[in-house]
């Protein structure tokens, strides 16, 4: 009797694990044979380790774990294959399932990555915001070579260009945002792309999320940033 209670008191414990874990992502990393998969999020302005898998021979993985609410996350790679560098993916992560799809080679840059609503919403912003930033490098490239010329003109010319693609950038982030209001993604993404935005600008598309986002993790974060950028002006 005893030794039945025990098997039903630990199949009882294996299934409230098993229910706890809302969440799961998995994939394959093509090319991997030896390494390391990280899972992992930022706590405290630090990175901390969730879960880990060590791979031999199979590149397909998978991680479990329960979740409060939508929040980003990462996979990292530490590659023991001699190849000198490691590599990290950010993803969504929110109740529910996810597939990445990456390679050895480029882990970050050939990475896809299936996931539901904030996932998808950030991908999206993420193709755009790759715009900005090739032709960010390329005005920088020719500032550099005016520079250089001494050509006044020149050098006046791709200074308002820069100023005027950085303002582009902030304008998109910003009705992407508003677009996106009721996803949790929307307050990320101000944080990530424009903490340093105009403090009434921040505040303006704070105010159009819904209740349920503002009081989100990373509501509360751009609700504090926008407190603090405030305090400063009137100092």
């Given at each position: 009797?005893?030794?039945?209670?025990?098997l039903?008191?630990?199949?009882?414990?294996?299934?409230?694990c098993?229910?706890?874990?809302?969440?799961?992502?998995?994939?394959?990393?093509?090319?991997?044979?030896?390494?390391?998969l990280?899972?992992?999020?930022?706590?405290?302005?630090?990175?901390?380790?969730?879960?880990?898998?060590?791979?031999?021979?199979?590149?397909?993985?998978?991680?479990?774990?329960?979740?409060?609410?939508?929040e980003?996350?990462?996979?990292?790679?530490?590659?023991?294959?001699?190849s000198?560098?490691?590599?990290r993916?950010?993803?969504?992560?929110?109740?529910?399932?996810?597939?990445?799809?990456?390679s050895?080679k480029?882990?970050?840059?050939?990475?896809?990555v299936?996931?539901?609503?904030?996932?998808?919403?950030?991908?999206?912003?993420?193709?755009?915001?790759?715009?900005?930033?090739?032709?960010n490098?390329?005005?920088?490239?020719?500032?550099?070579?005016?520079?250089?010329?001494g050509?006044?003109?020149?050098?006046l010319?791709?200074?308002?260009?820069?100023?005027?693609?950085?303002?582009s950038?902030?304008?998109?982030?910003?009705?992407?945002a508003?677009?996106?209001?009721?996803?949790?993604?929307?307050?990320?993404?101000?944080?990530?792309?424009?903490?340093?935005?105009?403090?009434?600008?921040?505040?303006?598309?704070?105010?159009?999320?819904?209740?349920?986002?503002?009081?989100?993790?990373?509501?509360?974060?751009?609700?504090?940033?926008?407190e603090?950028r405030?305090?400063?002006?009137q100092?």
């Amino acid at each position: 009797m005893r030794r039945f209670l025990a098997l039903l008191l630990l199949a009882c414990v294996v299934v409230a694990c098993s229910e706890s874990k809302n969440f799961t992502v998995s994939g394959t990393v093509k090319g991997l044979k030896k390494g390391t998969l990280y899972l992992q999020r930022i706590q405290d302005t630090a990175l901390i380790n969730l879960d880990s898998i060590v791979v031999d021979g199979d590149p397909e993985f998978e991680f479990s774990l329960n979740i409060e609410e939508p929040e980003v996350m990462y996979l990292h790679l530490d590659k023991v294959d001699g190849s000198g560098y490691d590599d990290r993916i950010l993803f969504f992560a929110e109740p529910g399932e996810m597939n990445i799809t990456t390679s050895l080679k480029n882990f970050e840059g050939f990475a896809a990555v299936i996931g539901a609503e904030n996932q998808m919403r950030w991908t999206e912003f993420q193709k755009m915001n790759q715009k900005f930033n090739d032709k960010n490098l390329d005005l920088i490239k020719g500032s550099y070579e005016a520079q250089i010329s001494g050509v006044q003109e020149d050098i006046l010319k791709y200074d308002d260009s820069l100023q005027r693609l950085l303002e582009s950038k902030y304008r998109y982030t910003g009705q992407f945002a508003s677009t996106h209001a009721s996803l949790e993604m929307a307050p990320f993404l101000m944080l990530s792309q424009i903490p340093d935005a105009n403090v009434t600008f921040l505040d303006t598309i704070y105010n159009r999320f819904p209740k349920k986002i503002q009081r989100s993790k990373y509501g509360k974060q751009l609700e504090k940033l926008i407190e603090e950028r405030k305090a400063e002006e009137q100092n």
